[in-house]
Every structure is written in structure tokens, then in C-alpha cells.
């Protein structure tokens, strides 16, 4: 029993790790200014992204159900390393999309397995009903990664080693470095026997662990719930950067709001079951996708600093506190054997919605920031109604489950 601790705090290492996007804070004028790219072009090139990985998602599910869940964070964390060192290398497009493919696969070994290895150490040390309280506990640890490396990233900008825009690769390195240590760290990590599979055919484990995700209805549900609402809340990390700028605020500045709203994040992650225990699961999940909506609204309405500071702050905290909800509820549902590859189809509704939005939202970007942001919001009220309206967010208490997993 006495793994599970160590396992639960290297976890929250590793999240920490995997979240010092120092490059977070300056990613905009990465692209812009060191890529020499236009909205449409960089859009294009996370569409690419996102198509791996969704390519990716299940095979590598599979490597952490079948082979080694320890060995698919480990792998995640150098893939990513690889990733931020090729995009340090030459501003050239080609260059940036086999950054891109290297940062996908290491994006794709982390989904699923990195929850799953929590909430099956919890499982087999008997602990599974903190599950929702561990899990929100990693994201908070995540966020705060996120506040310490975001206003270090501006830091980096300012200093005058390297002229600008060279000088944007220093956050990019330096994130690929803190990334590459989490790789290190998950080697140490205690593989949970409760999780580890009988030798199977891969296809079939693939295609079974599929087909239970689209046969089981609350499960269908809530992953369309959560891939549709985080799809479109994900374009506030790409806009906010702007709509500072038309603010008037300079770009060292722009890691330090971005660690303000993540901090705001942290502090709602630690109440997160207060918070659904007191307005009810149902009218959580519905709050933080309307919520979110009507905050770009404001946005394509008015530039003004306070204002926007208030819009963007919701949209990424609501995003940010529907994850660990979800994705807790989820897999009480969800057979040991099969965690990490139901997990990680799961999360391709929300990559496949990216990789049709991406090229679209860009080419809006380049014809309007403020009529995108309307157009996006827009699309989230619409959504958060349709979804609540189809009762798809209505999850069921706990005590009345049966778990698939126990």
C-alpha cells in the first residue's frame, strides 16, 4: 500500500512538469513573429496537430493498457522534449509540422494513461472513492505549472541575450527541457498490477475498448459533452494574447495574466466537489459551458482591459474545472483492463472537432478577431443549450452506479 503515495506525489510532479509551458506566455508571437506566419497558417499547422493525435490517441492508449502505463508518460515527456527542440532549430513550416508530430505523440502517450495510473493505484490501494478528489488535485498541481511558467516566459523575452523575435526560442527550450525531466521522473513510477492486461490481440483490444465507449450511453454522452465545450474554449489560449495586445499591454506581460487566470483556476480546483455539491453536477457542467459562451460574446463586443481580463479569465477556468468532473465520472464506468484506451477514444471527439475547426477559425482570425470571438460565441451558448437541453450533461449520483471498473 505504501506505493500508492509515492505514486500519487511523483504524478503531481509530473504534472507540475508537464505544464511549465514557459512558451505558454509568448506562444502567439512565437508563431507570428519567429514562424513568420499568418493566423490561417499556424491554425493549419495545430489542425496537423490535432490529427496526430487522434491518429495516436488509441494506439498509444493501447501501449499504456497492454504494455506499460509508466512507460507511455515516460515516453510522452522525451517525445515532447524532441518536439520543442526541432521548433528552436530554423523558422520553416515543414520543420514546425515534424515539431508538431513529435509534441502530438507525446501529447497522446500522456491522454489516458496519466489519470489512468492514478485512479488504478487508488483502486488497487483501495482508495478509489478519492478518486475525484486526487484527480482535481493533479490539475490543480497542473495549473500551477502553468502560473509559474507563464510569466517567467515574458521574463525570458525580456532579456537581452538574444535579439527578438530570437530570443522566443529561450521559453520554448526551456520548456522542452522541464518536459524531458517529467519523461525521467515517470521511469520511477510503480506500475498498479490491478491495471495490467492478459495477452490479446491489440486490434481487438482496440476495437472492443471503442465499441464500449459508443455502446455505453452516459459514457458517449459525457465524452461529446466535454470534446465539444473544451474544443471551443481552447481558442481563448490562442486569443488572449491578442486581445492584450489591443489592450495595450506589452508582451512581457502576457505570461503573468495568463498565470492569474490559471491562478484563479488553481484556487476553484481545490473546492471543486464543494462547488458541484452546491449548485448540483448537472447545473455545474451546464454553468461552465454557458458561462463561457456569453464570455466571448463580451469579447467580440469590447476591448476594454478590465473587460477582457473578466472574459478570458472565465472562459479558462471553466475549462479547466469541467476536465477533472467529467473525466472523474467517467471512469467509474470503465473497466480496468481497458481505462487508458476507452479514455484516450474518448478524448478524439475533442481532437477531431479541433482539426475541422482549426483552419476555419484561422482564416475568421485573419478576417476579424472580433467577429471570430462573436462567431465562437455564438457556437458555445449554442452548444451548452443543445447539450443541456439533450439532457447529455445529466450525470447520475454516484450511489446509484454500477461501476463497470469495480
Not at 525580456?158 to 524531458?180: D, E, F, Q
Not at 519523461?183 to 475498448?209: C, N, Q, Y
Request: proline share 3%.
Amino acid at each position: 500500500m505504501g506505493y500508492y503515495y509515492s505514486n500519487v506525489r511523483k504524478m503531481y510532479i509530473i504534472g507540475f512538469l508537464h505544464t511549465l509551458m514557459f512558451f505558454g506566455g509568448v506562444s502567439v508571437p512565437f508563431f507570428l513573429d519567429w514562424g513568420r506566419m499568418s493566423y490561417a497558417q499556424f491554425f493549419v499547422l495545430e489542425a496537423w496537430f490535432q490529427f496526430w493525435c487522434v491518429a495516436l490517441e488509441v494506439p498509444t492508449g493501447v501501449v499504456a493498457d497492454k504494455v506499460s502505463r509508466k512507460l507511455s508518460i515516460a515516453l510522452s515527456g522525451f517525445c515532447i522534449a524532441i518536439g520543442a527542440l526541432l521548433y528552436s532549430l530554423v523558422p520553416d513550416f515543414f520543420v514546425f509540422m515534424l515539431a508538431e508530430f513529435a509534441w502530438a505523440a507525446g501529447t497522446a502517450f500522456l491522454s489516458g494513461a496519466d489519470d489512468s495510473m492514478i485512479y488504478d493505484t487508488l483502486k488497487e490501494a483501495r482508495k478509489s472513492a478519492l478518486s475525484k478528489k486526487v484527480l482535481s488535485n493533479y490539475y490543480a498541481v497542473s495549473s500551477l505549472g502553468m502560473i509559474v511558467a507563464l510569466p517567467l516566459g515574458g521574463v525570458f523575452v525580456k532579456l537581452s541575450m538574444w535579439p527578438y523575435p530570437k530570443i522566443l526560442l529561450m521559453p520554448m527550450l526551456a520548456t522542452g527541457m522541464a518536459v524531458g525531466i517529467a519523461g525521467f521522473v515517470a521511469l520511477t513510477l510503480r506500475e498498479p498490477r490491478i491495471g495490467r492486461t492478459r495477452e490479446m490481440d491489440h486490434l481487438k483490444h482496440t476495437k472492443d475498448s471503442i465499441g464500449f465507449l459508443m455502446r455505453h450511453k452516459r459514457l458517449w454522452a459525457l465524452s461529446v459533452n466535454w470534446g465539444v465545450i473544451a474544443s471551443l474554449c481552447f481558442f481563448n489560449f490562442w486569443f488572449y494574447q491578442p486581445l492584450l495586445k489591443q489592450s495595450g499591454v506589452g508582451v512581457e506581460y502576457y505570461g503573468m495574466v495568463g498565470a492569474a487566470f490559471n491562478a484563479v483556476a488553481f484556487v476553484l480546483l481545490s473546492r471543486l466537489e464543494n462547488i458541484e455539491g452546491f449548485i448540483g453536477k448537472r447545473n455545474f457542467l451546464f454553468a461552465t459551458a454557458l458561462l463561457p459562451g456569453i464570455a466571448y460574446l463580451a469579447l467580440g463586443a469590447s476591448s476594454a482591459l478590465p473587460l477582457v481580463l473578466l472574459g478570458i479569465t472565465i472562459i479558462s477556468t471553466c475549462w479547466i474545472l469541467r476536465e477533472p468532473a467529467i473525466r472523474s465520472e467517467m471512469h467509474g464506468y470503465i473497466q480496468s483492463r481497458r481505462r487508458a484506451t476507452v479514455m484516450s477514444a474518448a478524448s478524439m471527439a475533442q481532437k477531431l472537432v479541433m482539426v475541422v475547426l482549426y483552419p476555419v477559425v484561422g482564416a475568421l482570425a485573419d478576417w476579424s478577431l472580433e467577429g471570430t470571438l462573436i462567431i465562437l460565441g455564438i457556437a458555445t451558448t449554442g452548444s451548452a443549450l443543445a447539450l443541456h437541453a439533450s439532457g447529455s450533461d445529466l450525470i447520475a449520483e454516484s450511489k446509484k452506479r454500477k461501476m463497470a471498473g469495480r
